[in-house]
């Protein structure tokens, strides 16, 4: 079995169309981190979204995916949902 380190794993990508980040300060999580969840859900690509606020206080949507636990909902993973102008 073979070990694959995609931390020096490279690939090119060509960019299309330009882009404005959506949220200048975007939510970020550590993995284990409390989450203020709000209620909101949303489909998108046939995947659900959960706003959330981290312990500093940042918000932006997440996947449901990286949540866990409900007493406080915590982040599965390490998360950010920064986007590249």
């Given at each position: 079995?073979?070990?694959?380190?995609?931390?020096?794993?490279?690939?090119?990508?060509?960019?299309?169309?330009?882009?404005?980040?959506?949220?200048?300060?975007?939510?970020?999580?550590?993995?284990?981190?409390?989450i203020?969840?709000?209620?909101r859900?949303?489909?998108?690509?046939?995947?659900?979204?959960?706003?959330a606020?981290?312990?500093?206080?940042?918000?932006?949507?997440?996947?449901?995916?990286?949540?866990?636990?409900?007493?406080?909902?915590?982040?599965?993973?390490?998360?950010?949902?920064?986007?590249?102008?």
């Amino acid at each position: 079995m073979s070990r694959i380190d995609h931390a020096s794993e490279r690939f090119a990508c060509v960019v299309i169309e330009a882009w404005t980040a959506s949220y200048p300060d975007p939510i970020d999580l550590a993995k284990g981190e409390p989450i203020a969840l709000d209620g909101r859900r949303d489909i998108w690509d046939g995947h659900a979204w959960l706003w959330a606020k981290n312990q500093a206080g940042k918000e932006g949507w997440i996947p449901d995916s990286l949540v866990a636990g409900v007493d406080p909902p915590r982040a599965t993973d390490a998360y950010t949902a920064m986007e590249l102008t």
